[in-house]
Structure formats: C-alpha cells, structure tokens
C-alpha cells in the first residue's frame, strides 16, 4: 500500500533525523563546562531553592491568593507528570537513548547511570516548560517582558537531558508542548477565580 509505505518511511525519517540531532548535540556540543554544570540542571534538588523562593514571595506578599497561587503552581506539575508518565511514556514505552542497543557505545552518558523508566516524552521539559508558562501567564503584568526568561530556563533544563544522554530531541519537544499546555490551562483557571498577581506595593 503506497499510503503505508509512504507513512512509514517519514516516521523512520523522523527517527533517524531525531537519533542524528541526538548523538549531534550529545557529541559536537561536548566540553568540561558542560560536563560539570549540565547534569545539575536536570536535578530538582538543584532547583528547590528557587521553587521556595518563588513560592515564599508569593505566599508572604499575596497571602491567601499566594496560597490558591502555589496550589495551581504543584497542580501544574502533577498535571504534566502525571499526563508524561501515563499518557505518554507507559503508552509509547520508547527506550531511552543511553539504554538503546543500536546506539550502544555511541551515547556520552554524563551521569552516573541511564534512568529508568522510558524516553519519550521528557517529563523534565513537561514540568518545567508547564512551570515557565504558569509563571510568565502570572507575572507577565509584574516582570512583562523579562517574564519570558522563565523560558530560558525551562530550555537549559531542557536542552540538558539531551546533552547528558537520557532524551531524545523529540521527547524534548512534545515535554514542552505538553507544559505549555498544560501551564496555560492552570493559569487560565487561577485568573479565572483569583483574577493577576499585580504589583507588589
């Protein structure tokens, strides 16, 4: 059948094309700067200072509207963990790069041990692109445009599973369609019921 064929052999295109921007961005990309930071990125525990910050200002200067603030701030993340792992990840099960026997001796693992679990999608970029996006849709009127750089740092989280060898490029792109999305539904219903974070006075 022509049609299946054709379906296919753009799917094994896509594959090859994700493996080749893989092993691009895991290899060429390579240098002991990286090495040493990347590997944080992907770490919560890293992050969790920010994660009390954000958390503590909007809390102690917002009060009751920062508490329904930080609700819709952990519902975002259960929303793109929850929808990565069992919507996508026990759905698709794609093995993840670094445990990928026709990539074997191919993969710089930058970390300790492959992850278990699958690859695709990235629950990493779902959560934090879903944060970033929570984020910009509520400080948007605080920050304005340097609300976006919560976006940058959604992309070196990221970009980071890449580069330390346990995701695939698409994995990374579906993670941050899904946080996005995700991100803009729960700041569409906080707006909806607690209206924007204004200035702080």
Known sequence: MPGYELSVSFWQQLLDWD????????????????????PYFRDSVFWAPFYLFMISFVVLNYGIKGIWWTLAFLATVAL??????????????????CNEPSLAGQVRLVIRSCPGGYSFLSNHAANHFGLATFMVCSFRSIFKSWAFLFY????????????????????????????VGAGFLTASGYRHYFGTLGPVT
């Open 152 to 179: 940058l740092w959604a992309i070196l989280v990221a970009f980071a599973q890449v580069y330390v060898g346990v995701h695939y490029p698409t994995d990374l792109l579906a993670g941050a369609l899904l946080g």
């Open 19 to 38: 493996k080749g921007l893989f092993l691009f961005l895991n290899h060429r990309l390579a240098n002991p700067v990286f090495d040493a930071v990347l």
């Open 80 to 97: 793109c963990d929850l929808t990565g792992t069992y919507g996508f990840k026990e759905t698709v099960q794609r093995i993840r790069p």
